[in-house]
């Protein structure tokens, strides 16, 4: 059965609300390997509770609908989605525990043929107490299998170039061997990042690491080398998945800097290989 434009448009999906504690907040920032300079004290405000804060990027764990293309009445083929590009616009900071309110629409759906199609969705998280819009998030989807429906061929945005230059700074985060198996205690237990035989149906030699903890460790990067771990300064983040990270590897973050916009890419150290491309960060002084 091909997927109804239509029907995907007015998907009902219903407010998600979301009660998390200090404990969930340290958890995604160990998840990212926040913590492996234990004696840093710029580190140890995301992980201690003395004072803690949450990290920026958090917000794409909270107030997620679930996996609703999984649902049969949306015609998709989940089983050969990916993850192709996610962004985050910071409204106002995370309180390091509270209760947000996730609301989610799909804003289009495009068919590519037989490239597949995508699927433009959008997240606005709102603190329950104060009805405060604290971000906007986006994301694409693609379907592999779903192209040719019949709907409309574009428009689609054009993703941010990267400058034609050497970057200016890099920062290179090593993840732990155990990295997914902690991060998928944020929310996301999708067996492909912990089950080796489904990891291996899938085409993968081994589990792979959540596109959403790449996303975050490159916000990292960007949160120790452009803001001196000033979680406010950070005001939006976005990126395209390229390739998926093993976790154990090195991602190296590649940065240019043009005034209040930072161009950013990251590629993994051992294989040289770009897993998360045209970059673009708006960073406040």
């Known amino acids: 059965m091909p997927i109804d434009r239509d029907k995907l448009l007015a998907w009902p999906f219903e407010p998600v609300e979301q009660r998390y504690e200090e404990r969930d907040t340290i958890l995604y920032a160990l998840g990212l390997g926040l913590g492996a300079q234990p004696t840093d004290p710029r580190q140890l405000r995301f992980v201690y509770e003395k004072e803690l804060l949450a990290l920026p990027s958090m917000g794409v764990i909270l107030g997620h609908p679930g996996f609703w293309l999984s649902d049969p009445r949306t015609g998709a083929d989940w089983r050969r989605l990916v993850h192709g ?65 019949g709907g409309p061929s574009g428009p689609v945005p054009a993703p941010h170039p990267i400058p034609d230059r050497p970057a200016d700074e890099s920062c ?34 081994r589990p792979i690491l959540h596109g959403l903890c790449t996303f975050g460790i490159a916000g990292h990067a960007l949160l120790r080398m452009v803001c001196d771990y000033e979680p406010q300064r ?46 673009k960060a708006i960073i406040a002084k």
Do not use: M
């Not at 061997?177 to 990042?193: E, K, M, T, V």
């Open 172 to 205: 290179a985060l090593p993840t732990l061997p155990q990295a997914a198996l902690i991060y998928r205690l944020s929310g996301d237990r999708n067996p492909l990042h912990v089950d080796p035989g489904l990891a291996e149906k899938a085409g993968f030699p």
């Open 85 to 149: 590009e996610q962004s985050l616009e910071i409204l106002k900071p995370l309180p390091a525990s509270g209760t947000v309110i996730g609301l989610t629409r799909v804003l289009d759906v495009i068919d590519k043929g037989d490239k597949g199609a995508l699927v433009f969705s959008q997240r606005e998280l709102h603190d329950k107490a104060s009805g405060d819009l604290l971000c906007r998030l986006a994301a694409t989807t693609v379907l592999r299998a779903d192209g040719g429906f």
């Open 234 to 279: 950070l005001r939006s983040l976005q990126g395209r998945f390229t390739a998926p990270v093993f976790p154990g590897e090195t991602i190296v973050t590649e940065i240019w800097r043009e005034g209040g916009t930072v161009s950013f890419r990251a590629r993994v150290k051992e294989r040289d290989k770009i897993v998360l491309d045209h970059g």
